[in-house]
């Protein structure tokens, strides 16, 4: 089993400037293709700091993936601290001279002393083109052990990140074994229940694949993780765990890998054909940004209108004013007379009206922050559920599109099967 560590380097991470999107991209493309990612490690833009790094990781790991310091400032410490490393020289790759003087010619102009930078690599490199930039990735062997090196830009790394991979394959650098991933994603259960259901399971019983459950606004995630002596082994095992957890949990699963609620919903709405619209007030369009993310969706998706205020809400829903002066704007009533307010204005078979108290302020005994009702409209099936969500005004609204989105497939799942 090929063990592999990420490091990603930058004194922006470390103090927390950026969000490092690059160690999850990594880890998903390599545990997708067999490879085993045990350790995660951030640096700052330091040349001893780098190599001792790669010294804890050169003997833990078969496989290094580096991302970050292939730019051309003195900050940019990657290529250097590799071949002093290693200790290799480094030379100029041809390829990458001509690659990035017509890069120039055609955007910028002519070479500077930080792009001649940008053409070194350690002497014996694989070298890994860049489509999409100037910087010059590579890869290294020594012995038994290979660090690959690419940029920190999240676009360019993800295509030179594949292209090695690419390359990896074809030569079968790895060695017996293979493990592999999948998360099943569900909606509407408790983490715990979750869990335990997952425990009872039969696979569990064969001792093959390791489990664990993540939790992010509403969704539990089941991640299952197989280890098998070839993929498709690896393979075989995940479906057949995967047909397990389907059995006890059924329409509560939504999706499987990158799929996302929003995505299962555009999907039944093209498959049933219906069309959907929606109001929103303290969720302020979240749904609508949701599904209108999904290419194609306007096929399906005809209007969103964030109704924040009761005069909104009275004069393009057609909510009836003493319906909120009666039970106040956030009420069932008034989520009911949204959701079918913006389903008779947009024509559509679906309605969704969104009403609540997303904090921090506005909450009282009787109606507290983290309160807001849901309403889902379709065709003759009206659905109003009330909610009590914990959390900061963000996480509320979160919690908010995805019940209702969820609403939404549970009510296309029934009323259309």
């Known amino acids: 089993m090929t063990r592999a560590e990420i490091i990603t380097i930058g004194t922006e991470i470390i103090v927390g400037h950026i969000v490092n999107t690059n160690v999850q991209y990594i880890a998903k493309a390599l545990a997708e293709r067999g490879f085993q990612v045990q350790f ?8 001893e700091e780098l190599k001792a790094v790669l010294q804890v990781a050169i003997g833990r790991a078969d496989l290094i993936i580096t991302t970050g310091g292939l730019g051309l400032t003195e900050n940019d410490v990657t290529r250097d601290a590799v071949s002093e490393f290693f200790g290799v020289s480094l030379i100029h790759n041809k390829d990458a001279c001509v690659r990035i003087q017509k890069l ?31 910087a010059t990735g590579f890869a290294f062997r020594s012995n038994d052990k290979e660090i690959v090196c690419l940029p920190g830009v999240p676009r360019e790394m993800q295509f030179m990140l594949h292209k090695y991979l690419g390359i990896c394959s074809l030569r079968d650098t790895r060695k017996e074994g293979c493990t592999l991933s999948r998360n099943i994603h569900t909606f509407g259960i408790p983490e715990r ?9 039969v696979f569990h019983d064969r001792g093959q694949i390791k ?10 995630t089941i991640h299952l993780h197989a280890i098998a002596a070839t993929r498709e082994d690896a393979v075989k095992l995940l479906d057949m765990a995967e047909t397990d957890i389907r059995k006890e949990f059924g329409h509560a699963i939504f999706g499987v890998g990158d799929e996302t609620l929003e995505y299962t919903v555009a999907t039944l709405l093209k498959k049933y054909r219906k069309t959907i619209a929606v109001a929103e007030s303290c969720t302020g369009g979240l749904v609508a940004d949701k599904l209108t993310n999904i290419p194609g969706i306007s096929e399906f998706f005809m209007e969103g209108i964030v109704a924040y205020s009761n005069r909104v809400k009275i004069d393009r829903l057609g909510v009836p004013e003493d319906l909120i002066i009666k039970h106040g704007a956030v009420s069932p009533q008034v989520a009911r007379a949204m959701a079918e307010g913006i389903r008779k204005k ?70 259309c099967l």
């Open 211 to 220: 489990t664990m459950t993540l939790v992010h606004n509403g969704i539990v």
């Open 346 to 415: 947009a024509s559509t078979d679906i309605g969704i009206g969104i009403t609540g108290i997303a904090g921090p302020t506005g909450g009282t005994k009787e109606k507290p922050v983290g309160l807001v009702y849901i309403t889902v409209a379709v065709d003759d099936s009206i659905e109003v559920k009330e909610c009590r969500f914990r959390g900061s005004r963000i996480d509320i609204k979160k919690f908010s599109a995805n019940t209702a989105l969820n609403m939404v497939r549970i009510l296309l799942l029934d009323c």
């Open 193 to 201: 229940t979750v869990e335990d259901t997952v425990k009872k399971c």
């Open 40 to 47: 995660q490690t951030s640096v700052c833009d330091n040349k």
């Open 104 to 134: 120039m010619d055609e955007q910028y102009g002519n070479l500077t002393e930080g792009h001649n930078k940008q053409t070194l690599v350690p002497e014996g490199s694989l070298v890994i083109a860049n489509d999409n930039g100037t």
